[in-house]
């Protein structure tokens, strides 16, 4: 797994120069489509949920991992406000919409035991459902998806205010 620092900044390119000298970072990636020319980037642009199994790979490939955070793609920071927690526990962030896309449930297939924390209230039960039984759900309801195993009445979810205290008691 990559150790590469998630940096924010403006349209001043040079902070990010200046940062990455300081720093002596010499690689790292784009996510998204942003206008970096930079040889030392490698970039995922036009990033979406049928893209996010892809990029998971690319990071994590055949590492098992302990946990699965799951954050809602859209409209909120759920993901990029529990990004310092996954990182110390070494696990990847997954936004999800409204469903989990195939490629995305190909990646969990793989792995071996994790947690599946959901971060946030806002994420769909039908994509939490199919990661934590690995099964790709289609959008549309069919006689294949009807026996996919419902949800337990009682799963844990992990909300953004519980994992920054377990952060902040980290460090």
């Given amino acids: 797994m990559n150790k590469n620092p998630i940096i924010l900044y403006d349209d001043d390119k040079s902070y990010l120069e200046n940062y990455m000298n300081e720093k002596g970072i010499n690689s790292g990636y784009i996510i998204g489509d942003l206008n970096l020319n930079y040889d ?32 809602t793609s859209s409209n909120f920071a759920d993901a990029l406000s529990s990004a310092p927690i996954a ?5 990847p962030v997954i936004p999800l919409g409204q469903y989990a896309e195939k490629e995305t449930i190909n990646f969990v297939k793989n792995k071996g035991y994790f947690d599946v924390i959901v971060v946030g209230g806002t994420v769909s039960k039908d994509a939490v459902q199919a990661v934590v039984n690995r099964t790709y759900i289609p959008p549309e309801f069919t006689e294949e998806n009807s026996k996919i195993k419902p949800l337990p009445d009682k799963y844990e979810m992990v909300y953004l205010e519980q ?7 980290l460090c």
């Avoid at 990182?87 to 696990?91: F, G, L, Q, R, T």
């Avoid at 994992?163 to 008691?169: G, I, R, V």
């Fill in 163 to 169: 994992l920054e205290k377990e952060l902040f008691n």
């Fill in 40 to 71: 030392i980037f490698s970039a995922f642009k036009k990033v979406d949920n049928k893209r996010t199994g892809d990029i998971l790979k690319s990071f994590y490939g055949d590492i098992d991992v302990e946990a699965l955070h799951l954050t």
């Fill in 87 to 91: 990182a110390m526990k070494k696990s």
